[in-house]
């Protein structure tokens, strides 16, 4: 069986961290290492990181380092991960039992690159409050080539999507950006020959009522910069030649994404 890696980067999440931690040590893939990254919390997360340490070697590989933000932290990880297959959860989120037993099981059927599953958003009750499908009208395998629209309709979280470890070869999260998934996903994407997806919906993206909204609106200025490093990786791929998806990715990704965080902040 193939390994997998889950990078699970830490701040301030102490009362999030436990329900995180435990769908992840209950995965039914076999082979499993769990990297959890404190990126510097100042609450009581590194308690809880210690104890779920303690209760799973072997499982669980606990890292503590200064705060440097997410991409950062996922960072930290990738360099020490060692897994065949790469996944990302967030600490206040949590996954399925099923979840990457699954997505590793489509990647060896198909020899897919990345693999995709659908998300659901819940609130702090653990209600469904909103579902999000993601490639509805694809098939379970699909061919990059010849299915190319899936560049421009594809929602570019980190989080719902294996890696194989090679995409992460000369790739990393760029460092104090908003919007990282935006900047680095769909260059990965662009590494891929085949992709696999299941409609099931195996990540729970949690709702919190005490997040903190961004209120400095230069910051939206990131995601058109994100666009623009995926535009450059784009025009030196093998799929240089397909300008409509591009132009379609610059318009959803690009401008109607720093619009509706304008709107939002």
Same mark, same amino acid.
């Given at each position: 069986?193939?390994?997998?890696?889950?990078?699970?980067?830490? $701040?301030?999440?102490?009362? $999030?961290?436990?329900?995180?931690?435990?769908?992840?040590?209950?995965?039914?893939?076999?082979?499993?290492?769990?990297?959890?990254?404190? =990126?510097?919390?100042? =609450?009581?997360?590194?308690?809880? *990181?210690?104890?779920? /340490?303690?209760?799973?070697?072997?499982?669980?590989?606990?890292?503590?380092?200064?705060?440097?933000?997410?991409?950062?932290?996922?960072?930290?990880?990738?360099?020490?991960?060692?897994?065949?297959?790469?996944?990302?959860?967030?600490? =206040?989120?949590?996954?399925?039992?099923?979840?990457?037993?699954?997505?590793?099981?489509?990647?060896?059927?198909?020899? /897919?690159?990345?693999?995709?599953?659908?998300?659901?958003?819940?609130?702090?009750?653990?209600?469904?409050?909103?579902?999000?499908?993601?490639?509805?009208?694809?098939?379970?395998?699909?061919?990059?080539?010849?299915?190319?629209?899936?560049?421009?309709?594809?929602? $570019?979280?980190?989080?719902?999507?294996?890696?194989?470890?090679?995409?992460?070869?000369?790739?990393?999260?760029?460092?104090?950006?908003?919007?990282?998934?935006?900047?680095?996903?769909?260059?990965?994407?662009?590494?891929?020959?085949?992709? /696999?997806?299941?409609?099931?919906?195996? $990540?729970?993206?949690?709702?919190?009522? =005490?997040?903190?909204?961004?209120?400095?609106?230069?910051?939206?200025?990131?995601?058109?910069?994100?666009?623009?490093?995926?535009?450059?990786?784009?025009?030196?791929?093998?799929? /240089?030649?397909?300008?409509?998806?591009?132009?379609?990715?610059? *318009?959803?990704?690009?401008?109607?994404?720093?619009?509706?965080?304008?709107?939002?902040?």
């Amino acid at each position: 069986m193939a390994k997998v890696s889950v990078i699970v980067p830490v $701040y301030n999440v102490e009362g $999030y961290l436990a329900k995180c931690l435990d769908s992840l040590v209950s995965q039914t893939v076999q082979d499993l290492e769990i990297l959890v990254v404190n =990126d510097g919390s100042t =609450d009581g997360s590194e308690d809880v *990181i210690r104890q779920y /340490a303690k209760q799973y070697p072997g499982k669980i590989e606990a890292f503590r380092k200064d705060n440097g933000g997410l991409s950062d932290a996922r960072n930290y990880g990738l360099d020490r991960a060692t897994g065949d297959y790469i996944g990302f959860v967030d600490s =206040d989120d949590y996954v399925s039992e099923t979840m990457f037993e699954t997505m590793t099981e489509l990647a060896e059927k198909h020899q /897919a690159q990345m693999v995709i599953c659908n998300i659901q958003k819940v609130n702090e009750n653990g209600k469904v409050v909103q579902k999000l499908t993601q490639v509805p009208n694809m098939p379970e395998k699909i061919n990059l080539s010849e299915n190319f629209s899936v560049f421009s309709d594809l929602s $570019y979280f980190a989080c719902n999507k294996l890696f194989t470890r090679a995409l992460f070869d000369q790739k990393r999260f760029k460092k104090s950006a908003h919007f990282e998934d935006i900047q680095l996903i769909p260059q990965l994407l662009l590494g891929c020959d085949t992709l /696999a997806q299941t409609q099931e919906f195996h $990540y729970n993206y949690l709702e919190r009522s =005490d997040s903190i909204t961004k209120t400095h609106t230069e910051r939206g200025l990131d995601i058109l910069r994100a666009v623009e490093d995926v535009e450059r990786a784009f025009t030196s791929s093998s799929y /240089a030649g397909k300008v409509l998806e591009l132009k379609n990715f610059q *318009i959803f990704e690009g401008v109607y994404s720093f619009l509706a965080y304008l709107a939002f902040v």
